[in-house]
Nanobody, 125 residues
Framework: QVQLVESGGGLVQPGGSLRLSCAAS????????IGWFRQAPGKEREGVSC????????YYADSVKGRFTLYRDNARNTVYLQMNSLKPEDTAVYYC??????????????????WGQGTQVTVSS
């Protein structure tokens, strides 16, 4: 059974850092693209980042470029989202998702079949 579980969220001050994890079970993660999304209260879900299969290509929303880094630990079947220089506007529930394809084409808008439950990130002084 395909399952994704996010962890690593929490409360951090502006300018701080967090590392989010997306742990996969039921499939071999390194063969598939993983997307990260976030949703703030009263707002629609937005794409944050995508990492492709094992050839490794990454994509980022303009709002997080230069601050967030997405990478894989295939031995642990896990994708990590390193979040640096966090801003209050980064506050949201963060989700990882996959549709078990290898590429990140149209990653921010395409339909994903499998989602984690989300992890809360709050950036506040």
């Amino acid at each position: 059974q395909v399952q994704l579980v996010e962890s690593g969220g929490g409360l951090v001050q502006p300018g701080g850092s967090l590392r989010l994890s997306c742990a996969a079970s039921g499939f071999t993660l390194d063969y598939y693209a993983i997307g990260w999304f976030r949703q703030a209260p009263g707002k629609e879900r937005e794409g944050v980042s995508c990492i492709s299969s094992s050839r490794i290509s990454t994509y980022y929303a303009d709002s997080v470029k230069g601050r967030f880094t997405l990478y894989r630990d295939n031995a642990r079947n896990t994708v990590y989202l390193q979040m640096n220089s966090l801003k209050p506007e980064d506050t949201a529930v963060y989700y990882c998702a996959t549709d078990r394809v290898a590429f990140c084409a149209d990653w921010a808008i395409r339909k994903y079949d499998y989602w984690g439950q989300g992890t809360q990130v709050t950036v506040s002084s």
